[in-house]
């Protein structure tokens, strides 16, 4: 028997930036709900479109690019289309070419988290695949979102 505590849902004074998603018709599976599946999708949206919209991530010339190395997620409450969410975003920790990015799927208004998770991303140089150092615009971008 496992003295792990079970996860419980954050709220959203928890996050430090909140992107507003959609879900689709194809994101239901066989049981009606989301699948598991489209979180990490959600997750990896939120995240990206901050960066974007920030100046951080240029997804087609930037010399440096992030890959995912690890993720997870806990569910809490089930999701299903036609539902408005918002992702929660915040940054746990960075390192010199690193960033654990936690991410909370809020059904639109509620104050609780639906799902929870995170994943980490190594940021390498686009033509070596090799570490690199977090650029200026990215730290930036990322200290907004560091608890």
Known sequence: MSTTPRPQPDGREAYRH???LATRWMDNDA???LNNVVYFSLFDTA???YLIEAGALDIHRGEVIGLVVETHCNYFAS???PQRVE???RVAHMGSSSVRYEIGIFVAGEPLVAARGHFIHVYVDRATRRPATL???LLK???ELTV
């Open 47 to 49: 995240v990206n479109r």
């Open 135 to 137: 650029p200026p615009a």
């Open 87 to 89: 992702a929660g975003i």
């Open 31 to 33: 049981y009606g709900h």
């Open 18 to 20: 909140f992107t507003p």
């Open 79 to 81: 999701i299903e289309f």
């Open 141 to 143: 971008a990322l200290k």
